[in-house]
C-alpha cells in the first residue's frame, strides 16, 4: 500500500505543478489547491484499486 501511496503523492504533486506551469495557479495558492487535489487523486485510486478489469468476452 506504501507504494500507491507515494504514486498518489506523486501524481499530486505533478498536477500542481502542471498547474503552475500553465499559468491556472499561483504558488501562493498551493497549499489550499494541494489539498483538494491530494484528496481527489486519493479517493479516485483507492476507490478504483480493487476492482475488477472489464472482462473481455463481449469484444469481437
Known amino acids: 500500500m506504501k507504494s500507491i501511496d507515494e ?8 498536477i500542481i505543478v502542471k498547474f503552475i506551469e500553465l499559468g491556472r495557479l499561483s504558488p501562493a495558492s498551493v497549499h489550499e489547491s494541494f489539498r483538494d487535489i491530494y484528496a481527489t487523486v486519493n479517493e479516485t485510486v483507492k476507490k478504483n484499486i480493487n476492482k475488477e478489469p472489464p472482462s473481455d468476452e463481449n469484444k469481437p
Open 7 to 14: 504514486q498518489i503523492l506523486r501524481t499530486s504533486k505533478e
